[in-house]
């Protein structure tokens, strides 16, 4: 399979503001000289330390944040340095779904508005009788229901509006996702549901994945590839199978050691 | 009084109206929690389990978009009875929030330091110093550079960091009952870990008890002393969590405990529940 994304020596550095009018000198590294690549229609799982850099490798992708230095390409064509416009096509095919869904999704819009927002950007020749059927056949594949679709973000649980975030991100058809704790919000019977969702459609339509999460089970079920970031940096980088077979680097050692044990469920083997 | 619980709820019903019409989201729960006891609510989402812990101290919208009906006792007085104003000391002092998402509770427009600051002052006024107190905070939650971190907004932290400045705020309270909604979900595992066992110390020292509702099983089996199982508005199984895990009752608790995931489980598909399988 081609390479579909692919990045190198991304930095990207915050400055530490140091009081109201004097120039910065310091600096987060928040991404601090990442490279790796995805093929087309697999998964690379993303995961590491609270504040290692991984939502920001994903913001620099979809251009919310300025890489500092480096590159990432798409298909081979250089998307970190385009001006907004030649961008434009790029945001029907790369979508995210944030880590915080509250943040992302403008509480004045109902539901079907919020869904069908990129569709009238990206798709602006779709009949509105199109659009609807678009948006109740996404409701009821996040397990949402179609009634709701009136309703706005507040009235929703945590776990539904993260939901609404991944059928907007899906109603677009797009080729690579950035998966930001997608499931973290979701109870382990919705999130199979979603997890296998995504799998369905990546068989479909070759979709390809970038997954960050903190769930190390999941990373692992839904992961051809997993990258394991530190401090602004990727500690480790295998297949799946082989991180958690036999971790290299400390980081990746300790993290797996502190997966919690779930005695009882273990020991009674009702899981 | 060895009889009163800290906590008692009777047959607490939560219903939203509005034109579209009644969502009855919580139907007719009853639980208690005891000084010192961590208590897990886990259950489907949108089962209810955020807004019932909301209406403990009336954080939900008022009548008539919203009506919370039953009995809410924290020790022996009825908090739906209680005015706006003594609502206030409740809030905070007795009963203190880590809320599910960080945007919905951290201000944009003050530093973090700042926000812990007010919560201090207000919940414990005979602190003296206060900015010592955040940075210690800060600082026990896992985040690096406290005193520099003392100064960012909230959209200069990550995720993860900035569930844990809401999980210092609520800590710093040291309220009698910590409600702590999904308090892990942006935090990898070793931070996870760090954060029960700190919480589990400041809930001895301080003899708090804990609501804590979760996703996360192993922080349940690992943590919590009771759970509640619950399921479209109603709770379909409780007791020890021991006892729970190991020989669920209720078709819903096991059909959920059989799709957590597992590592090297390596099958292709996840499994998922069935609802049509599970009387209601
Ligand atoms: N302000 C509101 N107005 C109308 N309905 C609401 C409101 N808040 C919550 N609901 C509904 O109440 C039900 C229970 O929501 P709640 O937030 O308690 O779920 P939850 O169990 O915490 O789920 P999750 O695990 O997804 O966070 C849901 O069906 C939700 O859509
Ligand atoms: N807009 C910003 N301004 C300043 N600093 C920022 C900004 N965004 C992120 N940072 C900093 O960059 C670092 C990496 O943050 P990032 O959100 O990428 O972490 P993360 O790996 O996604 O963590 P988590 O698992 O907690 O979500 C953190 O130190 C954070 O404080
Ligand atoms: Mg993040
Ligand atoms: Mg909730």
């Known amino acids: ?53 991984k939502s920001t490798i994903g913001k620099a992708i979809v251009r919310l944040v300025d890489p500092t230095a480096g590159i990432i390409k798409f298909r081979g064509e250089l998307i970190s340095d385009l001006n907004n416009q030649v961008f434009f096509p790029y945001r029907k095919k790369i979508q995210m779904i944030f880590q ?27 009949s509105r009788a199109e659009k609807d059927d678009k948006i109740s056949g996404l409701l009821t594949k996040v397990g949402l229901e179609v009634d709701h679709k009136n309703r706005y973000p507040h009235q929703f649980s945590g776990g539904q509006r993260q939901r609404i975030g991944i059928a907007r991100a899906l109603s677009v058809e797009p080729e690579f996702i950035i998966c930001d704790e997608a499931v973290s919000a979701l109870d382990v019977s919705v999130q199979a549901q979603i997890i296998n969702l995504l799998q369905d459609m990546q068989d479909e339509f070759k979709l390809t994945y970038l997954f960050i999460a903190h769930d190390l089970a999941v990373v692992e079920h839904i992961s051809d590839f997993v990258l394991v970031m530190n401090e602004g940096k990727i500690v480790e980088k295998a297949t799946a199978e082989a991180i958690y077979a036999k971790p290299q680097d400390p980081y990746t050692k300790k993290l797996l050691d502190a997966i919690p044990k779930m005695p009882t469920i273990a020991a009674t083997g009702t899981g | 009084m060895p009889d009163i619980p800290l906590l008692a709820v009777k047959n607490l019903q939560i219903a939203f109206h509005s034109r579209s019409g009644i969502n ?142 809401m999980i210092a705020m609520g800590l710093s309270c040291h309220p009698k009952i910590l409600v702590a909604d999904e308090p892990t979900t942006a935090l990898d595992v070793t931070i996870q870990a760090q954060i029960m066992d700190l919480m589990q110390s400041l809930k001895d020292k301080l003899n708090m008890s804990i609501m804590l509702i979760t996703h996360n099983f192993g922080i349940v089996d690992g943590f919590a002393d009771k759970l509640i199982v619950m399921y479209r508005g109603k709770i379909v199984e409780s007791g020890e969590t021991e006892a729970v895990l190991s020989n669920p009752q209720h078709p819903y608790t096991k059909a959920l405990i059989a799709c957590i995931p597992k590592l090297g489980g390596k099958s292709d598909r996840l499994e998922t529940i069935d609802h049509s399988q599970l009387a209601g």
């Open chain 1, 1 to 53: 399979m081609p390479t579909l994304i692919e990045a190198s020596d991304l930095k990207v550095y915050f400055p530490i503001q140091e009081g109201l009018f004097r120039k910065s000198k310091q600096f987060v590294k928040a991404v601090d000289g990442v490279s790796f690549s995805i093929e087309q229609g697999s998964t690379v799982g993303l995961v590491g330390e609270s504040g290692s850099g």
């Open chain 1, 100 to 126: 915080d869904p509250f943040n992302c999704l403008n509480p004045r819009m109902t539901v079907a508005s919020i869904i069908g927002e990129p569709l009238d950007i990206h798709f602006p020749k779709l």
């Open chain 2, 24 to 165: 009855e989201a919580v139907k007719g729960i009853d639980f208690s929690m005891e000084a010192g006891e961590t208590l897990a609510v886990v259950g489907e989402s949108g089962s209810g389990k955020s807004v019932t812990a909301l209406s403990l101290s009336k954080l939900l919208p008022p009548p008539p978009a919203c009506t919370v009906e039953g009995k809410i006792h924290l020790e022996g007085r009825d908090l739906l009875a209680l005015s706006e104003k003594d609502l206030r000391t409740v809030r905070g002092k007795e009963i203190a929030y880590i809320f599910q998402e960080p945007s919905t509770s951290l201000n944009p427009f003050y530093t973090v330091g700042h926000q812990i600051e007010e919560a201090i002052k207000l919940h414990r006024p005979d602190v003296e110093d206060v900015k010592g107190e955040v940075i210690n905070a800060l600082d026990i939650v896992g985040i690096r550079m406290p005193e520099k971190r003392f100064r960012d907004y909230p959209h200069q932290l990550s995720g993860g960091m900035q569930q844990r400045v």
